[in-house]
């Protein structure tokens, strides 16, 4: 029911990601009435793959957590995030209200030992033609050092997961690179990374600024989810700005236009590396369960991209993954606490 | 001396920029020999626009406050701010270490009366092809509400007086467009914001998004300096990348080389308009006088632009007219001591 544009994107979304993928069961989380009558407008309400689950409430952007929490016990955020509790589903994706999903998604399913806050991990793309993972994009605006270390230690374990590097490096987002440059937070947070380092426990870079993030100068970009969330949106802004002078410079003469027609591969390929939709589905990483987040304004296509990281990571058995890995970082958390997700259920369900 | 290049950029600029300016006039402060021997490889040595005033030291990028502020009386930087301050200058233009070209200007210069702090404010490109002026974009990494507040103030007077508008609109950079998004300093400066707006004494729009920086949904985009100075830096790179990804697709076939061949007008036309080097040169907002920073990593055609920012602000009195709005806009302020920059030396001169 979240985001910009509720079920009139989700469920197109939905449609097409089954009809892609064979393996993949949704399971639709909302007002009832309103997800039938769209499904049925787009011929689906039959399909022996999507399902509907129904939830009264909806939680509105501008809802206060209390409001989300409390008031409404019955949105589809809430319902979606209890089926995963409940073995139900594998993964729940959302466009709405990120501060109440976290806070559901903490109140529901409870962190990782040895994790304080769950963060949001995206995927941005980079020179080096590979994906930099930058965390916290939006799930805690006011971080403190012991924060960005673990989401440090959860970027670094969230990579090694899924692009199967042992030693990823991490990046701090700062003003500078030099040590003395920054506020209090990032230098007493790379005082942290760096004992990691030392220990061998964290693959720590140093210090990188804002253009080090399309660089790949590292693998993980660690910040947070203020600085985050900016960085994300002006990336996004300023694609859609390179897209509009591209547009507005090879329409500008018929032989501009001309030669547009003739790289048209050229143009459809750097439309495709540029479009953000590309890179929509965060994953609130440090909860016992899988929660990914859509982008607010995501159309069909970037909600089919949300869907899909969440069927992959749970198809990959990510969260088990993930949770081994804080575990062997950080001292003060047990093994015999990481939970499983495979082990609830064996068909692969996303709310 | 200053920046990633030093006199390898900063002279080769200012030759550049005396000769395409002929009211220009420019002091190279610096280690004498070093700036001699640069010139004289360009065979610049004799301009009779140029000359050279010596300094000792350097402010190096990784040197604490302490050091550029006490150790080192006799760096270039330190020197070139005084020949503002004693009217030998109109305007200083830096790319070495922000901190301590804002702490020495602080130092030197003092702030207009109602302004705590400095800030250094730049211009970036928008959808609607005029510019967003943005700040605070790396002088302040902690800012307190009153210092957002006191931004939103300056900028307002600067794109007063430099676009001639009268009511700028000013957006407050926050992770969303609702009242209850965002950290405390944001919420609290929202407040400082409406009331001036209710005073008529602003014209704030409200929150904004990172997005909202390049659709040019406002005129002023107020951010603290951690978060300005990632954007930008993100922006840069993700404007290389950009350009990466044009030059690898338009060479990758004979075709799409053709096309590119073809429509090589609207290709220049993209990469003028999306060169980071055309926004280069932050003004420090506040002081009593005109100190312009460049980027650090700043080639020469973007060194030449933040040359042209100083030139154009001192040529247009930019000193006086901010100094006299800032004293509209702040009660606190008296317009007695607003200064002027004008009256002291009725030749152009940058150092």
């Known amino acids: 029911m979240g985001g910009d544009h509720g079920p009139a994107v989700t469920i197109p979304a939905a449609i097409s990601f089954v ?7 949704l399971i639709l989380v909302g007002q009832e009435a309103v997800l039938l009558a769209e499904l049925k407008k787009r011929k689906a309400a039959e399909h022996p793959r999507l399902s509907v689950v129904h939830a009264a409430d909806i939680v509105e952007m501008d809802d206060t957590l209390e409001t989300a929490l409390r008031r409404k016990r019955d949105s589809s955020m809430r319902v979606a995030i209890n089926l995963i509790k409940e073995g139900q589903a594998h993964a729940c994706v959302s466009a709405g209200n990120t501060g109440a999903l976290m806070a559901i ?3 529901v399913l409870k ?5 304080d806050r769950p963060a949001i991990c995206s995927i941005l ?12 994009l939006g799930a805690n605006v006011d971080c403190e050092p012991q924060h960005l270390h673990q989401f440090a230690l959860m970027g670094s374990a969230l990579v090694s997961a899924m692009e199967g590097k042992d030693r990823p490096t991490v990046g701090l987002l700062n003003v500078g690179e030099e040590d003395i440059k920054g506020n209090d937070v990032v230098k007493q947070t790379a005082v942290l990374l760096r004992a990691d380092h030392e220990k061998g426990t ?3 870079y140093g210090n990188v600024e804002g253009d080090d993030i399309f660089k790949g100068t590292t693998d993980i970009v660690v910040c947070d989810g203020f600085v985050g969330n900016v960085t994300l949106k002006t990336s996004e802004g300023l694609g859609r700005f390179v897209k509009s002078v591209l547009t507005t410079e090879f329409k500008r003469t018929p032989l501009n236009m001309l030669g547009a027609l003739i790289a048209r591969a050229a143009l459809k390929a750097i439309s495709q590396r540029l479009n953000p939709s590309r890179y929509n589905g ?9 929660v990914f987040k859509s982008h607010g304004g995501a159309d069909a296509y970037g909600y089919q991209w949300a869907i899909r990281r969440a069927f992959d990571a749970a198809n990959n058995d990510l ?11 950080m001292p003060q958390s047990s093994s015999a606490d990481v939970p499983t997700n495979t082990e ?8």
């Open 202 to 204: 964290l693959n720590f």
């Open 105 to 107: 998604s903490r109140y």
């Open 319 to 329: 969260l088990s993954r993930i949770s081994t890995k804080i575990a062997d970082l």
């Open 111 to 115: 962190t990782i030992p040895g994790v």
């Open 125 to 136: 793309p980079n020179q080096k033609d590979g994906p930099t993972y930058m965390l916290d």
């Open 282 to 290: 965060g994953s609130l990483l440090g909860l016992r369960g899988l």
């Open 19 to 25: 009809e892609s993928e064979p393996e993949a069961e």
């Open 344 to 351: 609830k259920n064996t068909e692969q369900k996303t709310a």
